[in-house]
């Protein structure tokens, strides 16, 4: 048997590092708001409940591994995720353990109707 290549031992740091990023519950909410839109800072924050300060760290890390991407307009700071391994992801994540925002609504209604 062969020893893995040092490419393949590349690849999974860079796997590693980005699954690290993801790692964490608020930083998978950040990430969802910012593939659906731009959003400020101010306003990310108040949408996933943390602190500018506590965002900031977070960012940070989403930053660090090319996640996120910023545009700034004057002093405002704006974030979004075009990240098509971050959406795969998300949408793979979804399938497994979320629930689509329409089949909620669908099921309520048909249980408003029973």
Do not use: C, W
């Not at 980005?18 to 400020?40: H, Q, T, W, Y």
């Not at 990240?83 to 669908?106: K, W």
């Amino acid at each position: 048997m062969q020893p893995l290549s040092p490419e393949k031992h590349d690849e999974a740091e860079i796997a590693a590092g980005f699954l690290s990023a993801m790692a964490n519950p608020k930083r998978l909410l950040i990430l969802d708001s910012l593939v659906k839109e731009e959003m400020a800072v101010g306003a990310l924050a108040n949408k996933v409940g943390l602190s500018q300060s506590a965002l900031s760290q977070h960012l940070s890390k989403l930053r660090a591994q090319n996640l996120v991407s910023t545009r700034r307009d004057a002093q405002t700071i704006y974030y979004s995720s075009s990240s098509d391994a971050v959406m795969r992801i998300l949408g793979t994540l979804s399938d497994i353990y979320g629930v689509d925002a329409n089949a909620v609504e669908e099921k309520t209604l048909v249980r408003r109707s029973a």
